[in-house]
């Protein structure tokens, strides 16, 4: 009896050992690649607005970190699968060079793109990873704030009944996002003013376009959704 105790007890010890490295890689690699998403988050939204030469210097950056990421291995019990590491690391250089090359032709269309993809993939490879957190959710909005903005768009356009529900629908489904993330937040994050500032504020906004658009104020929902466009593109580029 006491000899299967000490064998359970072994086993339990290097299941916990084997979860705690897995978790210290988790965490190295994404400390790791924390700047280097920062940087292509900046870059996007200084594409976006035309400040290219400042987009290029971010991208510059990012790609000299990330050639030192590309010679990361990922040690045993990492939740990172080796193949998937390595095209990943692969394949993000060379969007890293495409967005260079666009940048430098001033097509902002196509590095904003490239950009997008770039980071879509290695939240693809968190999720894959088992591997989730505010940035994943915060990145996961976007879908709903473009389907508000069209919506509401319609709406201002042709400010119909049948208008006003699908944004009101839309409001509603990006308020749940926005309170997903709120949900996902670590304490040290969701105790600040500016993560308060702005998820409250997107969730206010996205409860008082709903309210404009059943009183039929087109006014009111354009002004809530450039608010909560402003507010959507704040959150992803502080916590995405």
């Known amino acids: ?20 490295a897995e978790s210290d890689s988790a965490k190295d690699f994404a400390s790791a690649m ?15 607005t035309g400040n290219i030469a400042l987009a290029q210097m971010e991208i510059e ?8 990421l590309a010679t990361h291995t990922p040690p045993p019990h990492s939740p990172y699968a080796a193949v998937a590491l390595t ?3 692969g394949r993000g250089g060379e969007r890293l060079v495409g967005v260079a090359h666009a940048l430098d032709g001033g097509d902002i269309v196509a590095a904003g793109r490239e950009l997008l993809q770039l980071r879509q993939s290695f939240h693809d ?6 591997l989730y957190d505010l940035a994943d959710c915060v990145f996961e909005t976007a879908p709903a704030m473009d389907k508000l903005r069209v919506a509401a768009t319609h709406y201002g356009e042709h400010p119909a009944p049948a208008q006003a529900e699908d944004t009101i629908a839309s409001a509603s489904a990006f ?9 996902w937040a670590r304490a040290d994050v969701a105790e600040t003013s500016e993560f308060r500032r702005l998820i409250d504020g997107a969730i206010a906004s996205s409860s008082e376009i709903s309210h404009a658009a059943m009183a039929g104020d087109g006014p009111l929902v354009h002004r809530y959704l450039i608010e909560l466009q402003s507010y959507a593109q704040l959150l992803d580029f502080r916590f995405g």
């Open 1 to 20: 009896m006491l000899r299967c105790i000490m064998v359970l007890l072994a086993w339990l010890i290097s299941g916990t050992l084997a979860l705690g």
């Open 34 to 48: 924390e700047p280097v998403m920062a940087n292509l988050r900046t870059a996007a939204s200084y594409a976006r």
């Open 61 to 68: 950056e990012a790609a000299a970190a990330w050639k030192q």
């Open 87 to 89: 095209q990943f690391l």
């Open 125 to 130: 490879l968190r999720r894959r990873s088992g």
């Open 175 to 183: 308020r749940d996002r926005l309170q997903r993330c709120n949900d």
